[in-house]
């Protein structure tokens, strides 16, 4: 294992452990607690609880909590804190494109938890993330993804939506992640308590895992109007083959799959998507941060602004969303500077087919 000083998705400055080499983060799966689907990932530390008593789960306090401060007395008082911090200009003109086969649009930019939103009672970490998500929806933003693979994140997501205005914005998308058949409606049924939503907007197969299983449940699922569209995720380019033959084989509303300006090995797997009526979310746009080691101190070129790019994360991000198959992206970040810019990748013009080429060459180049 090596250690990166850039984030999961957004290049920030927290150190995350990572592969050395090509394996799939994803994929190196922690223990499951055989009665319930959970991993040790997912409840944060140690084997999962028994499912009726999640509500009551207290993690313990990290160092940066007071004693008269805990978690639940930090999310009740964080309105007034956040009533202060300055908003985005851009919600008005954020770009949407169609989700799903109803001719639903969502914003282009949406947002990622993994490793970014796995954090535990510090108020200050807290308060962090609840100013991102203030300033998501306050730009226009739409679309979070989480799974139960993230660890506390999808717990987070649940403290603290509440208190954030965020009315008729919010899709809510999630995943099945378990090798065991019968304890992947447990495992739903624990998301969406945490989130606490009525329903799921989008329900994926995590990385294809046991797909011909969770897709009977998924689609019980959205014939109940628990979810309302469903598909299958894979990421890191691996799995292209069998995503293919899924996407041929069922009836579908969203691919999710990796694809960025180092990564472009998707494509063919995007265009039968767009051609079979998917609607495709695209993670891993930063190719895990990595972009922005490969770019450095370097400037942005002097053209970029043709496309009304005005830092690097726009440049990426605005290479991904102008693919004409993609509906959103969903880059990870802890910090609210990092998704400002993030966000404004939604607004202004995108590049067309020829721009798309000079970005991608330019990079290249470097």
Known sequence: MAWSARGSEDGTDYLQQKPSSDQEIEDIS????VATGASAYTMGRGSAPAAADIPALNFPPRRGVSAGMDRRRFVSLAPAWAASRPLPAQAA????????R??????????????TFDVGDDADEVAQRREVL?????AGGGL????PMYGRAERLLGELLPSV????????????WTPFDALGPGQLERSLRLWGQPRFDVLLVHNLLNWRAHLKTLRRWQEEGRVRYIGVS????RKHDE?????RSERLDVLQITYNLADTRAEALMALAADRGLAVVINRPFDGGDLFDRVGRRPVPPWAVEFDCANWAQYFLKWVVSHPAVSCAIPATRRPEHLDENMGAAVGRLPDAEGRRRMQSHLAAL
């Open 102 to 115: 109803l001719g639903e649009t969502v914003p282009v930019v949406g947002l990622g938890t993994w490793l």
């Open 243 to 247: 995503a293919e033959r899924v996407l």
């Open 134 to 138: 203030r300033r998501f929806f306050a």
């Open 165 to 176: 205005p965020h009315a008729g914005r919010l899709v809510a998308e999630s995943k099945v």
């Open 93 to 100: 003109s954020a770009a949407r494109h169609r989700l799903g």
């Open 30 to 33: 922690p223990p499951f607690d």
């Open 234 to 237: 894979t990421s890191h380019g």
């Open 144 to 147: 979070i993804d989480s799974s």
